[in-house]
C-alpha cells in the first residue's frame, strides 16, 4: 500500500515543478492548502509546507494577473481573493477561532472568482471544455471535502449535502470518459490522471472524516496542472 502510495504521489506531483497552474487551478490551491493550514484549534501545529504552497499560488495568482490585461470584473475578483487570504494571513494563532469565519470569507471570494472566470473564458473547442469542466469539478469537488472536514461548510454559501458530493463525482467519471473518447492521442496522461483521482476519491466523498487531510490537496493539485496543461495545448487532437 506503502508503495502504491508513492507512485501515486509521484504520478501527481510531478508536473507541478515545470508546469504554470491556471488561475483557476491557483485560487483551488490557495484556498486548499488555507483550509488545511488554519486549523481553528489553537494547539494545532500545522505542516507548514501548505502554508508554503499557499504562498506560491498567491504568486502565482499575482504573476498571471500581472502578466496581461485581463477585464477589469475579473481583475477585482482576483484581488479580493488576496485580500482575503492577506486577512487570514494576518491573525496569528492565538486568535486561530476567528479562523473558520476567514475561511468562509475566502471560499466566497474563490467562488466569486470563478463566476467572473466562467463568464470571460473564451469558447473552447469540445475536448478542452470537457476539460476545464473536469478541472473545475474536481477543483470544487476538493474544496467542499477539506471544508466540511474544517467545519466550516455548515456556513459557506454554496453547502452541499452528501448527494451533491455524489453528483460532482458522478460528472468527473463521465467527464473522464468523455475526454478519453475524445482526445485517443491523450488516452494514457488521462487514464493516469483518472487512476490518480480514483485513488483519493474515497476520502472525497467520505461524509465521517472529521479531521483535515492535506494528502489530499498534494494528489488533486496534480491532477488539477495536468488538466490545465491539456487545456492550454493547442494541438490537441480531438477524434475526427
Known amino acids: ?78 484581488e479580493a481573493l488576496l485580500a482575503r487570504q492577506a486577512e487570514l494571513a494576518a491573525v496569528p494563532r492565538e486568535q486561530a477561532p476567528r479562523y473558520p469565519q476567514l475561511l468562509v470569507a475566502l471560499l466566497d471570494a474563490r467562488l466569486q472568482l470563478e463566476a467572473q472566470l466562467q463568464q470571460h473564458e473564451h469558447e473552447p473547442n469540445a475536448p478542452a471544455q470537457v476539460l476545464q469542466r473536469l478541472d473545475q469539478n474536481i477543483g470544487e469537488l476538493l474544496l467542499h471535502a477539506l471544508a466540511r472536514s474544517a467545519r466550516v461548510l455548515g456556513d459557506h454559501s454554496l453547502n452541499l449535502e452528501q448527494s451533491g458530493f455524489l453528483a460532482l463525482d458522478e460528472q468527473i467519471e463521465a467527464d ?37 487531510d492535506g494528502s489530499l490537496e498534494r494528489y488533486v493539485a496534480g491532477v488539477l496542472v495536468s488538466l490545465d496543461m491539456l487545456a492550454a495545448d493547442r494541438t490537441l487532437d480531438p477524434l475526427p
Open 1 to 78: 500500500m506503502r508503495r502504491l502510495a508513492l507512485i501515486m504521489t509521484l504520478l501527481c506531483l510531478a508536473p507541478l515543478s515545470w508546469a504554470e497552474p491556471s488561475l483557476r487551478t491557483q485560487a483551488v490551491l490557495l484556498t486548499a492548502n488555507a483550509l488545511v493550514y488554519f486549523d481553528a484549534d489553537p494547539r494545532a501545529r500545522p505542516d507548514e509546507r501548505h502554508l508554503t504552497r499557499m504562498q506560491q499560488a498567491r504568486q502565482g495568482l499575482r504573476r498571471q494577473l500581472d502578466a496581461r490585461p485581463r477585464p477589469e470584473p475579473l481583475r477585482r475578483a482576483v
Open 176 to 212: 473522464f470518459a468523455e475526454a478519453i473518447a475524445l482526445l485517443p492521442a491523450q488516452t494514457e496522461v488521462l487514464h493516469k490522471q483518472r487512476l490518480a483521482y480514483r485513488f483519493v476519491r474515497k476520502r472525497l466523498l467520505d461524509a465521517a472524516v472529521t479531521q483535515v
